[in-house]
């Protein structure tokens, strides 16, 4: 069973390597669309928000469906629309169709994706939450790493529109060859519960309690820092003039984005193991101040490519433990029952954050002239986390886990 399990966690990781690429090589495509359809940056980074949201609104429908469909076939049906996506928008002609096939068509394929491979993959490992979903979530933050450098050749060689034609097609084999060995284990979580705590915390309990929604407004904000990197890194680069750059004879901007892949995978996993340890609040405190800091130095050295390169990277550290902290604090705390559908609805706040990230930062650029205020926000927003998870967070968690609720 032991190895079974590690099995499982392979097939989950490629499946999430496989859809990975419409978030993480979205920036690679801006300038093109820009030109493509004539229009600012702020619209077109709705697409983008679009993807992000349409990923998590969906999550929740997943955690329903997932009841009455086989988590493989769930699963694969994701992945299928996940490529699709890619299909469709190498033919589209006009903003509004490039937000409807890769905002919406590509954000509810890859939302299936995700949430039910965590979902799955917590299951398999009941007793190291925080290391499960953090694998899970690596293998979606590093996916991308395999495609960064070939999309970037065959874009310039080829076009957006071949482009986004062959990698669609790679999503959906690669995709569903992972995802036909998934499998829901025989023994069950659930079993580790007492019949009253499994009752008492189902979704309708859950999101009633305030404890919820403090995760979910630190989620959102966490989220909202580390998805205006991701949506506009290309954009930020051109703007501190080393996107043509080169160091070791690559190109700054992409191997920027892979140093992102690496350090966004393996904080996943990473982070997850030392909440395992430490606990999940001072984990969360420790990750991020140490984003906080390293968008500061980013911001301050980012002229220099070197600097602009590593110091991404270490954001990316700070940023991407998100996805496995929260689902497994989630989990700690209201039980195993309705993990799927509440992690769901928690998921929902990269939807928010998707919206202050993409579309609302480029705007506070494109009004500002400078990335200062956006950073600043960023910043912000990563200390006030940071302080919540010790100051609320916490203590709210150790009252409720004794009852005074």
């Not at 097939?11 to 920036?27: D, H």
């Not at 009455?68 to 299909?87: D, F, K, N, P, Y």
């Not at 043509?244 to 690559?250: N, P, V, Y």
């Not at 001072?282 to 050295?301: D, K, P, Q, V």
Request: include cysteine.
């Amino acid at each position: 069973m032991k190895n079974s399990r590690w099995w499982q966690m392979a097939a989950g990781l490629a499946c999430m390597a496989a859809i990975s690429s419409p978030q993480y090589v979205w920036t690679l495509f801006t300038p093109m669309l820009k030109t493509e359809f004539g229009t600012s940056a702020a619209a077109l980074q709705v697409t983008f928000s679009l993807l992000i949201v349409l990923q998590t609104l969906f999550s929740p429908i997943q955690g329903w469906i997932g009841r009455h469909v086989a988590a493989r076939t769930l699963i694969m049906a994701g992945v299928v629309l996940t490529g699709l996506s890619w299909v469709v928008t190498a033919q589209v002609h006009s903003l509004n169709m490039l937000y409807l096939s890769y905002g919406i068509l590509g954000g509810a394929g890859t939302g299936i994706v995700y949430v039910g491979v965590v979902s799955l993959l917590m299951q398999w490992f009941p007793e190291r939450r925080g290391m499960a979903a953090g694998a899970a979530a690596a293998g979606y933050g590093m996916g991308a790493m395999l495609t960064t450098f070939p999309i970037s050749y065959m874009l310039a060689a080829s076009g957006w529109r071949e482009t986004m034609g062959v990698f669609g097609v790679v999503i959906i084999a690669a995709g569903l060859v992972a995802a036909w060995f998934l499998k829901v284990p025989a023994f069950s979580s659930l079993e580790q519960a007492s019949p009253s705590e499994e009752e008492r915390y189902s979704t309708s309990f859950v999101v009633k309690t305030p404890l919820f929604w403090v995760m979910f407004l630190m989620m959102a904000t966490m989220a909202t820092s580390g998805l205006m990197v991701t949506s506009q890194l290309a954009q930020i680069a051109n703007d501190f003039n080393v996107a043509h750059l080169t160091i070791l004879g690559m190109a700054a901007l992409p191997l920027a984005m892979t140093l992102d892949r690496i350090a966004n995978g393996l904080t996943r996993p990473l982070f997850g193991w030392i909440s395992d340890h430490l606990g999940r609040e001072r984990t969360m405190a420790f990750a991020f101040t140490l984003e906080a800091i390293a968008l500061t130095c980013w911001l301050a050295l980012a002229h220099h490519p070197v600097a602009f390169v590593l110091l991404s990277g270490v954001v990316f550290l700070g940023w991407g433990e998100i996805f496995s902290l929260f689902p497994a604090t989630l989990t700690d705390t209201f039980g195993t029952k309705d993990a799927s559908r509440n992690y769901g609805l928690l998921y929902m706040a990269q939807g928010v954050g998707a919206v202050f990230g993409g579309p609302l930062a480029a705007w506070m650029h494109q009004a500002s002239g400078n990335w200062h205020p956006v950073f600043a926000c960023a910043i912000g927003g990563d200390l006030l986390t940071a302080l919540l998870a010790i100051l609320v967070l916490k203590p709210m968690r150790h009252r409720f886990m004794r009852g005074r609720v």
